[in-house]
């Protein structure tokens, strides 16, 4: 796929990855085999089968070429799925950074790296892409509180910042994120690191009109339905066969949706959020005035 100016773009290989998924069930249910019947042909386990119609882990170029010999796949529905397959199977830069950046921003960056728009709601914490180095640092510290860190921070923060710039990049895709006020009061960082945060804040949205913050403000009434139980984001996508897709967060995992009707019940979730919070202007507005605050209480002139 080619990006406005003609460029080559590299497809989401997590999106492919479900693509892919469909196909191939649609392709064994076609033949009438369950999924045991197509590993007995495939010499492979139940499990591995499971995997690949589930999206679970990249796929084996050759594993699915021997899967479409076996199924006598031939011509352009050959080469279609071949193409998807080689899609599905590629590394990002995200994958560089292993467990520094962990599995939920790798999806995240996955996905929005071939995204037509981005739009979250958040909750419990600021945006990754766009928290400020000192406001990482200060995540570490709280994270550190739970155990042991399983990552390097440094390289952490590397990753983070690098997320931002493919965010940021010409080509990248629109954002929006309605931020709950709670946030700013609830979580506790050093006064310099949330200053830091707010200011960071501000400066992108300011500088990168596609980039728009709105704060929900913690005495803002949400009419026409029951409140949001989780942060979740929403990805919307260029190409056809990539339908809309929403992700909701959990202490633990994420929980990807691609169900037309439940992708639409968050859509319009988010839309009354959106309608409850401040406007993008009004919102910069309350950030100053927050970080302003917070500079005075602290007696820093930063």
Request: contains cysteine; proline residues 5%; charged residues 25%.
């Amino acid at each position: 796929m080619t990006d406005a100016i003609g460029r080559t773009v590299m497809p989401s290989p997590y999106v492919r990855r479900r693509r892919l998924a469909a196909e191939i069930r649609k392709l064994r249910e076609s033949r009438g085999l369950t999924t045991d019947a197509l590993a007995q042909l495939m010499y492979y386990s139940r499990t591995k089968i499971s995997r690949l119609e589930n999206a679970q882990g990249r796929p084996d170029l050759a594993e699915i070429v021997n899967m479409l010999n076996i199924l006598e796949i031939t011509g352009s529905e050959y080469d279609r799925l071949h193409k998807l397959a080689h899609e599905a199977a590629q590394k990002g830069w995200w994958d560089r950074y292993g467990v520094s950046m962990g599995p939920r921003q790798r999806l995240y960056a996955d996905l929005e790296y071939s995204a037509n728009s981005v739009r979250d709601y958040n909750q419990t914490l600021m945006p990754a892409v766009l928290q400020a180095p000192e406001f990482i640092a200060a995540l570490v510290q709280l994270d550190e509180c739970q155990g042991k860190l399983d990552y390097v921070p440094e390289r952490m923060t590397e990753a983070r910042m690098r997320h931002q710039r493919e965010l940021l990049r010409s080509d990248g895709p629109s954002y929006e994120t309605v931020l709950d006020e709670c946030v700013i009061h609830r979580l506790v960082v050093p006064p310099q690191a949330m200053i830091a945060q707010l200011h960071h804040m501000i400066k992108v949205v300011s500088e990168e009109e596609r980039i728009t913050v709105r704060v929900l403000l913690h005495d803002a009434g949400i009419p026409g339905g029951f409140l949001p139980m989780s942060s979740f984001c929403l990805y919307t996508f260029a190409e056809a066969g990539d339908p809309p897709m929403a992700v909701l967060e959990t202490v633990t995992t994420d929980v990807v949706l691609t169900q037309r009707r439940e992708v639409e019940r968050y859509a319009t979730m988010y839309d009354r959020l959106r309608q409850a919070a401040l406007s993008r202007e009004d919102s910069l507005a309350f950030l100053e005035r927050v970080a302003n605050q917070r500079t005075d209480e602290s007696g820093s002139g930063t």
